[in-house]
């Protein structure tokens, strides 16, 4: 048994069932990509070159890996203390805020989202940061956060998404549509 208390078979046959539905559900685009991907055999060729060309050095890295980062991982979850700084110095790390910019950026903020403005008290904080720069930029909640990165990802500008989302909202695509006539009685 594992330390979950689990029969590690069953949790492969759970990893195994999820992966078929997930070819199953995703057929058509997986094999799409398949194809784009072995569509000359120069391409082919390129990707088996590059694979043994660096494949010692992969398999070193493979074997070392999993042991160090095992061994790192239990030795930070048994120990509170450890895993809370492991977990501060990632945030800082990735954010560029840390946990002393975090505090005064709650009370700059009055404890509450920069956007949204809902206090803090049952939100989860988000540090928001840019992620082309790096530039720390504030504390977000979850929500917002979510919000601002999918706004990037749509390649559209906050102003322009805000006005096209106030034009949708005053006036729906449904409320333009023509009416119907009424069938002859």
Same mark, same amino acid.
């Given at each position: 048994?594992?330390?979950?208390?689990?029969?590690?078979?069953?949790?492969?046959?759970?990893?195994?069932?999820?992966?078929?539905?997930?070819?199953?559900?995703?057929?058509?685009?997986?094999?799409?990509?398949?194809?784009?991907?072995? +569509?000359?055999? !120069?391409?082919?060729?390129? %990707?088996?070159?590059?694979?043994? =060309?660096?494949? @010692? &050095? #992969?398999?070193?890295?493979?074997?070392?890996?999993?042991?160090?980062?095992?061994?790192?991982?239990?030795?930070?979850?048994?120990?509170?203390?450890?895993?809370? +700084?492991?977990? !501060?110095?990632?945030?800082? %790390?990735?954010?560029?805020?840390? =946990?002393?910019? @975090? &505090? #005064?950026?709650?009370?700059?903020?009055n404890n509450a989202c920069a956007v949204c403005?809902?206090?803090?008290?049952?939100?989860?904080?988000?540090?928001?940061?840019?992620?082309?720069?790096?530039?720390?930029?504030?504390?977000?909640?979850?929500?917002?956060?979510?919000? @601002?990165?999918?706004?990037?990802?749509?390649?559209?500008?906050?102003?322009?998404?805000?006005?096209?989302?106030?034009?949708?909202?005053?006036?729906?695509?449904?409320?333009?549509?023509?009416?119907?006539?009424e069938p002859p009685r």
């Open positions: 048994m594992a330390k979950t208390g689990i029969d590690p078979e069953i949790i492969k046959a759970n990893a195994r069932a999820r992966s078929k539905r997930y070819y199953e559900k995703h057929r058509e685009r997986l094999l799409e990509e398949h194809r784009v991907r072995n +569509a000359t055999p !120069e391409k082919v060729k390129y %990707r088996k070159d590059r694979y043994q =060309a660096n494949r @010692e &050095a #992969r398999q070193e890295y493979d074997r070392q890996r999993p042991l160090d980062h095992k061994k790192l991982y239990s030795k930070l979850r048994n120990d509170p203390e450890k895993w809370a +700084a492991n977990l !501060e110095y990632r945030r800082h %790390r990735n954010s560029g805020i840390s =946990a002393e910019d @975090e &505090a #005064r950026l709650l009370v700059l903020q403005e809902r206090p803090f008290t049952d939100l989860k904080i988000r540090r928001d940061h840019c992620h082309d720069t790096k530039t720390p930029r504030g504390l977000l909640c979850h929500v917002c956060n979510t919000i @601002e990165g999918q706004i990037k990802r749509m390649n559209i500008s906050p102003r322009e998404f805000a006005a096209n989302l106030t034009a949708y909202l005053e006036e729906p695509p449904f409320s333009r549509l023509p009416t119907e006539p």
